[in-house]
């Protein structure tokens, strides 16, 4: 990628990242009936400096087919609280027990166990309450909502999960590996982009342009963390390095070599630019986020 492309992807996240955050922060006030305690918790981890990936995709995927930030701002919040959500409760000592997140200690280090299962909780259900009464019409919020709901259940987010944590998986299987990463990190990746075209009114071409897009995006995200993991530091990433890799998980460099991991976190790059064609003259936000996706230091 160019240099100019990297500056206004930075000038663009950096805008969007500001408006995202903002809304929020509004979003996590709440009324008297929120205790002290769990709104703090919520907004502790909500607002955190984290990449905001997931809310930009929404927001460039509307804008790759011209709809306005404007009417996405509600879903990319959404998808935003999700996200956190899960990784609240990943954090926890029974699922990854982890003590460093977004480069501070993790909510129920900060704020104690109990509290941090409720954020997540409320994370959780506040995200469909913004798509079904700030998405309009109402029959693109009902869609959104199961999109989300999706991508965000059994079958997907939280049957990933459990698979990972169920472990039983042997090394070298790829394909067990893909399955993992296809539904805890890929299936949010699509929904993000899936709720950003609905929220436009896409039409079929375009929808099928995004998730093209989108399935490739998913696994560079995942090769991009496990090389990470692998190389990375802990201060940058702003969460624990070397975990995964250290008790054994099944990781793309632990499978194909980093070499060759990166091979094909380049390759998917350029295959998943490629089928944004049909949005052009605006599927510069998205070109610029892949790249952006494969050479991210944390
Ligand atoms: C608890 C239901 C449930 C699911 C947890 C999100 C997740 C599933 C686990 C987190 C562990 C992990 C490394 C997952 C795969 C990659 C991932 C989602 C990393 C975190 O996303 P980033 O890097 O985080 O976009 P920020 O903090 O920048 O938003």
């Known amino acids: 990628m160019t240099e100019s492309a990297v500056f206004s992807l930075d000038c663009y996240s950096q805008q969007v990242r500001d408006s995202i955050d903002r809304a929020l922060d509004a979003y996590t006030i709440f009324d008297r009936g929120c205790p002290a305690k769990l709104r703090e918790a919520i907004r502790y981890s909500l607002l955190a400096p984290g990449k905001r990936l997931r809310p930009m995709l929404v927001l460039m995927a509307a ?10 701002l509600p879903a990319a919040c959404a998808v935003e609280m999700v996200h956190t959500y899960s990784l609240i409760h990943d954090d926890l000592p029974a699922m990854d027990d982890d003590d460093l997140r977004r480069g501070l200690p993790t909510c ?36 959104c909502c199961a999109v989300l709901a999706r991508a965000a259940g059994a079958s997907e987010l ?22 993992i990463h296809r539904r805890k990190t890929g299936a949010m990746f699509l929904a993000s982009l899936q709720l950003g075209a609905l929220v436009a009114g896409a039409n079929a071409e375009q929808h099928e342009a995004l998730h093209e897009y989108g399935r490739r995006l998913g696994l560079v995200f995942q090769i991009t963390d496990d090389l990470l993991d692998v ?5 940058a990433m702003g969460k624990r390095a070397g975990k995964d890799s ?40 998205l070109k610029a986020l892949a790249h952006y996706v494969l050479q991210r230091n944390h």
Not at 117 to 135: C, K, M
């Open 63 to 72: 804008e790759s087919c011209q709809g306005t930030t404007e009417a996405a």
């Open 108 to 143: 129920h280090k900060a704020h104690g166990e109990a509290v941090a299962i409720l954020a997540g909780d409320a994370l959780l259900t506040l995200a469909f309450e913004v798509l079904a009464r700030d998405i309009r019409p109402a029959s693109t919020a009902a869609e």
């Open 158 to 179: 939280v049957g990933g999960q459990a698979d990972d944590l169920a472990g039983e998986f042997s090394a070298g299987d790829l394909e067990s590996l893909e399955s």
């Open 231 to 235: 190389r990375g530091d802990a201060a």
């Open 246 to 285: 250290g008790r054994g998980k099944l990781t793309f460099p632990g499978i194909l070599g980093v070499e060759k991991s990166v091979h094909q976190a380049e390759t998917l790059v350029r295959e998943a630019c490629a089928a944004l064609e049909p949005l052009e003259p605006h599927a510069g936000g």
